[in-house]
C-alpha cells in the first residue's frame, strides 16, 4: 500500500509496488511527482525526513536536513520569506540517494533512480490539472505572490500546470545521479541562481550537503513501541505527548468528548515546554533520555487539572509539507515527509531550473542565546516528525502530517484513536481536530476545533478555561495526515486525509 496527498502520485508509487519494488523505491517515485504535483509544499528546493523499518528488527532514520551556509550576512532578524530566509540548502535530492542505497543493500532493491524518476518527469514536461490544494494555497498568498520575481507566471490558478525547466532538471538527476544536484553542472546552475537572488549560498555549501543516517528515538505508549527521528527534528516533542497521556486511561476516555480534548490538549502544552530546547545535536548537546524520561512524564502528567486549562502563551512555528508512506510486498515500510517548510517557500524561484527553494532559515533565531541560534553549518529547529509504530518489534503504524506546530497535535489525536480505540484509519482521519495557537490567518494563542459554533464540546472546553474558536469541518488549518496500518491478520488498511487531494492505493 502506498498513502500520498495526491492521487496521481500515489499511483506513481503503487507502479513501483506492482512491479515488485520496495517501499523505499515506491515512495522516492511518489515523492519526486509531488515535487511536481504539490509545487506549494515540497520540491527538489526542500528537505526530507525518513523513517524506515522491517520485520527483522532494522529500524533507520535518513535526515535529509540542508545546513546554513557557510557565509552568513549579519541580521537583526531573519525574514520569512525572500533570499535572506533561503539561508539553508536543500536535503531532499540527497536524502533520495542515501534511501537508496540502503533499500539496494539491506532490502535487496532494484530499481534506478532514473526509473523512479519517469513520472515525475512527464508530469513536468506535460502538465497536470492544478491540484485544490495549490489552488487554495495561491489564493491565500496572492498578495505576497504579486511581489515575487516570476512566480506568477511560473504556477497556475486554473487549468494545466507546466514546469518545462523542472523537467529538464529532474532529467539531469536522473542521467547523472543524485549528487548532480550537490555537486555537477547543476549545482552550479543552483548557486548561481540562488546569488542573484540575494541568498548567501554558494556551490561549496551545495557541496557540503549531505543526508545523515542515524537512529530513531522511541518511546512505548500502550504496547506500541513508536519511532520518530532525533533533533532538530521535534519528533521527541510528539513522543512526549504520547508519554504524558499514558498517564490516563486514554481508552476509558469517549473520543468525541470535551474531557478527551482537554487531555490531548494539555499534553500538547506540557510536552511544548520543552520545545525551545530542540536544536542541532552537532552544535547543542540534546537531553531526549531526561524529556522522555518516566519521572519528567510522570510530573508533567501530574501538573494537568482534569477540570482547568493552563494558560499558553507560546512562540507558533508554521509551515507545510507533504507525507506519504508504502508498506511493500515483505512489509518492510517508510514514512516520509517532504517539505519546503511555508507554503511556496520563500518565494525564491530559480530561474532557468524552475526550483523554488525553502525559507528553513526562518526557522532559526537570532538570539545568541537561544539554542537555535543562527550558525554556519547549523541545521535548523525542524517541525517534520514522520512515524512508525511497533507491535512485536514488527511495522504496525505509519504516520505523519503536514502542519509544522499542529503536527504533534494531530499526531496525538491520531494516535490515540488508532492505539486506544480502535478507529480505522479513514474515520480516524475523518475526525474533528484541534491545533492549539497561532495560524496564518489568526494571530491569537487560541484552542481551534472542528466542530459548528455552540458546539457542546466547545462550550465544555471554554468552561474549563480554553479560549475556543470553531472552525469548519476538514478544515485546511488542521492540516493533510496519512496513515497505514499493518494488521497482525496480513491485512493492511490506510487512507490519505479527505481535507487532501490524495489517497492510499492497496496493490
Not at 313 to 322: L, S, W
Request: aromatic letters at 8%; one cysteine or more.
Amino acid at each position: 500500500m502506498i498513502a500520498t496527498p495526491h492521487h496521481t502520485a500515489s499511483e506513481a508509487g503503487a507502479k513501483v509496488l506492482r512491479r515488485g519494488g520496495t517501499a523505499i523505491e515506491a515512495v522516492i517515485a511518489a515523492g519526486a511527482a509531488l515535487t511536481v504535483l504539490y509545487p506549494h509544499f515540497c520540491g527538489l528546493g526542500g528537505d526530507a525526513i525518513w523513517i524506515v523499518a522491517d520485520s527483522s528488527g532494522r529500524r533507520r532514520t535518513i535526515m535529509g536536513i540542508g545546513q546554513a551556509a557557510e557565509h552568513l550576512p549579519v541580521l537583526d532578524a531573519i525574514p520569512q520569506r525572500g533570499p535572506l530566509s533561503a539561508l539553508t540548502t536543500a536535503g531532499l535530492v540527497d536524502s533520495w540517494g542515501e534511501a537508496l542505497r540502503y533499500s539496494s543493500e539491506n532490502w535487496r532493491g532494484t530499481e534506478s533512480l532514473a526509473t523512479l524518476l519517469a513520472d515525475a518527469i512527464e508530469l513536468a514536461a506535460e502538465g497536470f490539472p492544478a491540484s485544490q490544494s495549490q489552488k487554495h494555497w495561491h489564493a491565500f498568498r496572492a498578495n505576497e505572490i504579486a511581489t515575487w520575481p516570476g512566480f506568477e507566471a511560473h504556477f497556475v490558478t486554473e487549468g494545466i500546470q507546466r514546469q518545462p525547466q523542472l523537467a529538464s532538471v529532474l532529467e539531469r538527476i536522473a542521467l547523472y545521479g543524485h549528487r548532480e544536484f550537490y555537486e555537477g553542472e547543476l549545482a552550479r546552475r543552483i548557486a548561481n541562481g540562488l546569488e542573484a537572488a540575494g541568498s548567501p549560498i554558494r556551490v561549496a555549501d551545495m557541496q557540503k550537503t549531505a543526508a545523515q543516517i542515524v537512529d530513531p528515538i522511541s518511546m512505548v505508549y500502550r504496547g506500541i513501541e513508536l519511532l520518530a527521528p532525533p533533533p532538530p527534528s521535534q519528533g521527541v516533542t510528539t513522543l512526549g505527548i504520547m508519554g504524558v497521556l499514558s498517564n490516563f486511561d486514554m481508552n476509558k476516555v469517549d473520543p468525541s468528548s470535551a474531557e478527551f480534548y482537554h487531555l490531548c490538549v494539555e499534553g500538547v502544552k506540557q510536552a511544548f515546554l520543552d520545545r525551545g530546547a530542540i536544536a542541532d545535536p552537532d552544535f547543542v548537546a540534546q537531553a531526549c533520555g531526561d524529556w522522555l524520561s518516566d519521572v519528567v512524564l510522570s510530573r508533567k502528567a501530574a501538573a494537568i487539572d482534569r477540570q482547568v486549562a493552563r494558560p499558553w502563551p507560546a512562540i507558533h512555528q508554521t509551515g507545510d509539507t507533504v507525507y506519504l508512506a508504502a508498506v511493500d510486498h515483505d512489509g518492510r515500510c517508510a514514512s516520509v515527509l517532504q517539505s519546503t517548510y511555508y507554503d511556496w517557500g520563500s518565494g525564491v524561484l530559480l530561474g532557468d531550473t524552475g526550483i523554488l527553494w525553502q525559507n528553513r532559515g526562518a526557522a532559526f533565531s537570532v538570539d545568541p542565546l537561544s539554542p537555535n541560534v543562527l550558525a554556519p553549518g547549523k541545521r535548523p529547529f525542524y517541525t517534520l516528525n514522520p512515524g512508525i509504530g511497533l507491535r512485536d518489534g514488527k511495522p504496525h503504524l505509519l504516520y505523519g502530517t503536514q502542519g509544522a506546530d499542529g503536527q504533534p497535535q494531530t499526531l496525538a489525536l491520531l494516535l490515540s484513536r488508532l492505539i486506544d480505540h480502535g478507529f480505522d484509519t479513514l474515520s480516524a482521519l475523518s475526525a474533528p481536530r484541534f491545533l492549539l495557537g497561532r495560524t496564518f490567518s489568526d494571530t491569537r494563542d487560541n484552542l481551534k476545533i472542528e466542530a459548528p459554533a455552540g458546539d457542546s464540546v466547545i462550550e465544555k472546553l471554554h468552561a474549563m478555561g480554553h479560549e475556543t474558536i470553531a472552525i469548519p469541518a476538514l478544515s485546511a488549518l488542521a492540516g493533510q495526515a496519512g496513515v497505514i496500518r499493518l494488521n497482525s491478520d496480513g491485512w493492511i488498511d490506510g487512507a490519505h486525509d479527505p481535507r487532501s487531494d490524495g489517497c492510499a492505493i492497496g496493490i
